[in-house]
């Protein structure tokens, strides 16, 4: 199983851009690169997905360099309520077993 | 299309006691899985069920233990419970991926059972 490694806070500012890196040195062929975002006291919610290059969907956008050893979640102009955890997960589809939750980074935003 | 539904979202129990805690997955899910939030530990995976079948089980002693019904619905019980367990169980379900598919399921959650030992 890819262990994950993320920052574990981060601070930024009402409508700066965030980016957030993860890095999974062991991460196999098979597997993708996935983002959730929890708030206090809820489940976490799924962000973004991608394999390789670049995936940008209406709320992030996700890069994964060629050697996909490590991600970057990237958050565009950031308000007040994405204050949450940022999680990075690698697995496949095989199993929800195999999706392993690390430490996730704690987001603050100030305004 | 209703989400993942957990019940009861708070509940207090005493030591020793025993809790069960239920969860309804999203229509046409067949996969449910469990996880225990703390946090000093983070969200560790308890055990995957899917089409009534335990698939996987996590790093959990015997006390925790869960089943799935014909419905896809599912319910994990902890018995002779510690201090230790008080924590967000958190149930997620999710689509089976086909055959030879390289996507990861995404994982649609609930927002949790808080339990409280006492």
């Known amino acids: 199983l890819a262990k994950t490694t993320q920052p574990i806070s981060m601070d930024s500012y009402e409508g700066q851009e965030v980016n957030i890196t993860c890095s999974h040195n062991n991460i196999a062929t098979n597997d993708y690169i996935t983002w959730y975002q929890q708030f206090p006291s809820q489940g976490p919610r799924f962000i973004i997905q991608g394999y390789k290059t670049k995936v940008t969907n209406e709320v992030a956008s996700l890069f994964i360099p060629a050697d996909r050893k490590s991600s970057t979640l990237s958050l565009p102009r950031v308000s007040l309520s994405d204050t949450a955890v940022y999680y990075c997960?690698?697995?496949?589809?095989?199993?929800?077993?195999?999706?392993?939750f690390g430490s996730g980074t704690r987001l603050s935003i100030r305004p | 299309k209703a989400g993942v539904t957990q019940t009861p979202r708070y509940l207090i129990k005493t030591r020793g006691q025993q809790v069960t805690l239920s969860c309804s997955p999203i229509?046409?899910?067949?996969?449910v899985s469990w996880y225990q939030q703390t946090p000093g530990q983070g969200l560790q995976f308890l055990f995957e069920?899917?089409?009534?079948?335990?698939?996987n089980k996590g790093n959990f002693p015997g006390r925790f233990s869960g089943r799935q019904f014909s419905n896809s619905r599912s319910e994990m019980n902890v018995s002779t419970l510690e201090l230790g367990d008080s924590a967000l169980y958190l149930c997620a379900s999710s689509l089976e991926g086909t055959s030879g598919s390289l996507t990861l399921g995404e994982l649609f959650f609930g927002e949790g059972s808080r339990l409280t030992v006492l």
């Open positions: 997960l690698v697995g496949d589809g095989s199993s929800a077993s195999k999706i392993i």
């Open positions: 229509s046409g899910h067949r996969s």
């Open positions: 069920y899917f089409s009534e079948t335990q698939r």
